[in-house]
């Protein structure tokens, strides 16, 4: 599913990523962990098919990012810090573009919003009125209603309530379970290495698996 | 010296070489001879007077910022389709010393337009479509310049570059238009396109070559300066991967 | 690529309506000039009359050169270029539908500013159609050349300085013809403004393939 072989990503001069291996098999959920700036961050937009990879190798879902990054990303789920939603429009206008931009099926965009908690009151509400926890609530839907065959989560439990937090756990689960591969990065270690199948530290741009 | 990629290019390790410091001092020899011929050795024009001399500068500054602009589309238009750094360097100094020429291009115009026009400036076709180019080049060296990744700075004075001439070229017609649905451009038809002969005539190609000497000297100086300047940038990247590499080294040692 | 462009456009015209600043700030802004024109140019002595052409599209063009930095500040909040590099959209698409949208909300303006004209300056109409093609053509290439330039701009602190210095000199033919074709269909000769119509449909055709190529590139820059 993923193969990084002395993968280096510059963030202009900066080396974010300084020669990363990492081999991540189908239906596997991994854990990055590792001090601020230690790179987490970029990988996971490496992975995503955002940042160049300009020295190595680096294969993602059969598809190698050195020469082709756009085709990896449709088929992968980013969920970042920043949300890239729209403030002005509601949380159900916010859903519907992202996932339609996506070619999702309307039925699942209502199946989404439904499993995140936003069928209700708030499917009218301006996002720029929501708190964060219902923010990445939304960016959580926009997500599964575009069924990724990669899910990339940048801290995923981050504002998120007990309930919120939960209710990420059993998504990962069964999107693992449909097929999916997660790899999700926290602090939130208990709760996450529990979830995680294997765990990858990260520091100074160099990955090492924890065996 | 075309390069296929950016990191197999070869370029310049100094901004002086053999060829150019010929080059240059064949540029200084050329105005000096501008000088003898124009200033001294021509006559005086029949209907302008001592203000023709201004033209034999005016005219080639106005033809080498025309080539500059397209220094700059071609170079553009490389660098998209090859991503040649080079190229994108090319296109740079293209369009800096392009804006050089153009504005010496606009003062000698207007120098000229006092005693004969009676006025610094005319809305004249010509001398409008100058300034708008002008313009136009500073649109693109405020991209090129931001203060921004090289990457972000190149890709979009690239767009800007590649739009260059064909802008040039839509508002030069435009202009045209402009002034002569309206009013026949009579000012300039009993200036520029009166007959010149002889000595003066010499003096005009004189200076065309050594302008031209000039703009040459200046185009590869400005390309190597900023081939050195991204030299120096991207060096030490080797540095910072073990600089960045030795962090996970540091926080193995304390947990 | 029409598919996304629709998309697009159907979000950006949502998104204008649940906000309404081109309502409540550019069409006042709009309406400002032209009043503010009358202040600068005695209306006793025939002089607006006889500029109204001119004024207009300036008043269109400034005002249009806000509601196109509207139309890239919408875009502008954290991740949002990310976000729609990982859409799935086709950048010509995205393109297509900016400028679809900007052109919307500029024609609307100018049909907005034409009745202000109408009103506050009393001009004559004598060429219908030219009126008409002159602001349909030159509606599409002020809003295909400011969405592409507006792209050059966006996401920099700089952006809401770079864009008129990048955009009025290219724009600058476009006024030209416009104005002059309004003059030929305000009491003039109408045949004479159609050379016009043509520079300005070429310009239009440049920067709509201009932006159609040059879109995908420049979203990638990482």
Known sequence: MVHLRGAVALLGRFPALAGVDLDIDRRRIVLLRGPNGAGKTTLLRTLAGLVHVSEGEAVVLGVDLLTDRRSVRQRVGLLAHTTGLYDELTVADNVAFWARAARAERSDVDAAMARLGLDGRLRTVPVGRLSAGQRRRTSLACLIARRPELWLLDEPHAGLDQEGRDLVDQLLREATAAGATVILSSHELDRSLQLADEVVTLSGGVATRDS | MIPQTPTEVTGPASTGSRATRVLGLLALVALGVLVLFGLILSPADASQGESVRIMYVHVPSATVAYIGCFLTTLGSIIYLWRKSRWWELVAYAGAEVATLFTVITLVTGMLWGRPTWGVYWVWDARLTSTAMLLLLLLGYLAVRRLPADYEVRAKRAAIVGLLLVPNVMIVRKSVDWWRTLHQKPTLLSNGLDSKIEGLMLFSLFTGFIAISLVFGWLIVHRFRLAWLEEQVESEGLDIAIAERRAEALIGEVAP | ?222
């Open chain 3, 1 to 222: 690529m029409i598919r996304d462009a629709l998309l697009v456009a159907g979000k950006d015209l949502r998104l204008e309506w649940r906000s309404r600043v081109a309502l409540n700030q550019v069409a006042p802004f709009a309406l400002l000039v032209l009043v503010l024109f009358a202040f600068a140019l005695d209306p006793d002595r025939g002089l607006l009359e006889k500029a109204t052409p001119g004024l207009y599209w300036v008043a269109v063009l400034f005002s249009g050169l806000l509601a196109l930095q509207r139309s890239f500040s919408i875009e502008s909040a954290d991740g949002n270029r990310d976000a729609l590099r990982l859409s799935g959209l086709d950048p010509a698409g995205i393109f297509l539908g900016k400028v679809m949208a900007v052109g919307l909300q500029l024609l609307a303006l100018e049909v907005l500013l034409g009745i202000g004209v109408a009103v506050l300056y009393t001009t004559p109409i004598t060429g219908w159609i030219l009126l008409l093609v002159t602001a349909m053509v030159a509606t599409v290439a002020i809003a295909a050349a400011g969405t592409l330039y507006g792209v050059v701009a966006a996401g920099l602190r700089v952006r809401e300085t770079l864009l008129p210095l990048l955009l009025l000199p290219v724009l600058a033919p476009v006024l030209i013809g416009s104005t002059r074709a309004f003059e030929a269909a305000l009491g003039g000769t109408p045949s004479e403004g159609w050379p016009w119509v043509g520079l300005m449909g070429v310009i239009a055709v440049l920067y709509i393939v201009a932006g159609v190529f040059g879109f995908g590139p420049l979203m990638e820059e990482s």
